[in-house]
């Protein structure tokens, strides 16, 4: 199984969390959803800090070129 992009991964973590909200689940489909919820979360705060990496790195390959 591919890892998802930050984008499927977010829209499914928003999923995830309406059904959690909604309630009306057993406690067995509530701890899977809610463990697949922190996996999604992990993956999201992955990309995000490999995003926010490549910006540090083009802002300062911009600074040593002034």
């Known amino acids: 199984m591919t ?6 991964a977010r829209d499914e973590l928003v999923a995830v969390v309406a059904k959690l909200e909604a309630g009306g ?6 701890l899977t959803l809610w463990e697949r919820g922190e996996t999604l979360a992990k993956i999201c705060d992955k990309h995000l800090a490999g995003a926010r990496e490549r ?3 083009a802002l300062a390959a911009a600074e040593a070129d002034d």
């Open 55 to 57: 910006v540090e790195t």
């Open 3 to 8: 890892t998802p992009g930050y984008e499927q």
């Open 25 to 30: 689940l057993s406690l067995e489909e509530s």
